[in-house]
């Protein structure tokens, strides 16, 4: 019978430190062993890379949205302005430049501006004169003042051969001059409560206490044939404007209505008048526009027809000129009497 292995150290006996070497060679085979069998994946380790830019702490992800296809905005044009396109108008029978100005509503010196070569004291029938487009008014613009108190008289409305209406009216005050006289007149008919509204203005600036102002209006046969509303005719006329008549020194000039002479045609409808305009000497300056109004009445009072003349020529202080005109009664009423106005200016 063998005797056990004895290991004998230093000490002359086991040594637990050798003892505790070989175990651990003996747990190293068995692990070696055991790891041969089972293949493992490789580790990899995520690579930090520091950012250049840190990111915005609210917008976590940017999206780039695919182009839609929009719609065309409307582009807004400007409306252009209206352009004052002058008219042509054919001289009629018996017309005169300040019916033509009164029935387009423009006034004497625009038309005659338009018109550098036509002499207002002779028209020919069938001639073509350009109506220039009526000029803005300030009354847009500034306040119309309270008019003075001015007398009207019922319009006379004459269909005249063309199939318009002439619309004539007088304003009158004994105690007051004025300025700038204007009324509107109103034409009304049968089937309708509406009407036709034509401004009448004054053929003279100024008017003088005592004296009777013409006015007129037209109205052209279009507009009737456009009227909501049927003949018999009837119309009322509302003063609208009539300044004061103030600071007038310098302004207005001392005209005299010299030699007079009123020739009426044998069925007193029509008249012929001479005379002759003197610039007082005592006048503080040359006239450079002189007008003279002649007006036609009838029996009641109502105003017949008028016209108005300008001198062809100023006057110097103590200078005269002759005029001669012929006028008619629209309605071929004879003519009861004629009124004369003057009026001169710088």
Not at 60 to 71: D, E, F, G, H, S
Not at 134 to 161: G, K, Q, W
């Amino acid at each position: 019978m063998k005797s056990p292995l004895i290991l004998h150290g230093t000490g002359g006996c086991y040594n637990s430190s050798m003892q505790r070497l070989i175990k651990g060679l003996l747990l190293g085979l068995i692990l070696l062993i055991t790891t041969a069998c089972v293949q493992r994946a490789p580790l990899v380790l995520p690579t930090l890379v520091k950012p250049s830019v840190l990111p915005s702490r609210t917008a976590v992800a940017t999206l780039t949205p695919q182009p839609m296809a929009t719609q065309p905005q409307a582009t807004l044009t400007a409306v252009p302005t209206a352009t004052p396109t002058p008219r042509l108008h054919t001289v009629a029978l018996s017309e005169t430049l300040l019916t033509i100005a009164w029935r387009y509503g423009v006034t004497l010196d625009a038309l005659q501006s338009a018109n550098p070569e036509i002499d207002p004291n002779i028209l020919i029938v069938g001639q073509q004169i350009i109506i220039p487009a009526p000029a803005p008014t300030e009354s847009a613009v500034n306040p119309t003042p309270t008019p003075l108190a001015l007398t009207l008289t019922p319009p006379n409305c004459i269909a005249d051969a063309g199939g318009g209406l002439w619309c004539l009216l007088s304003a009158a005050n004994p105690q007051t001059g004025s300025e700038n006289i204007a009324a509107e007149v109103r034409l009304f008919g049968s089937g309708s409560s509406e009407s036709l509204n034509r401004l009448a203005t004054a053929p003279l600036n100024r008017y003088l206490a005592g004296e009777t102002m013409p006015l007129a209006v037209y109205f052209t046969s279009q507009e009737l044939k456009d009227a909501p509303f049927l003949p018999p005719y009837q119309a009322e006329a509302v003063l609208v404007q009539a300044l004061p008549l103030a600071n007038t020194q310098g302004r207005y000039l001392p005209l005299v209505l010299e030699n007079q002479q009123t020739d009426l045609t044998p069925d007193g409808t029509g008249a012929q008048v001479n005379g002759e305009l003197v610039l007082d000497a005592a006048s503080p300056a040359p006239a450079s526009r002189i007008w003279l109004v002649v007006a036609l009445y009838g029996d009641r009072g109502q105003l017949l027809g008028f016209r108005r003349w300008e001198s062809p020529q100023p006057l110097n202080p103590g200078e005269r000129v002759s005029f001669h005109l012929e006028l008619y009664s629209l309605d071929n009423t004879p003519i009861k009497s004629v009124v004369f106005l003057t009026e001169a200016v710088p």
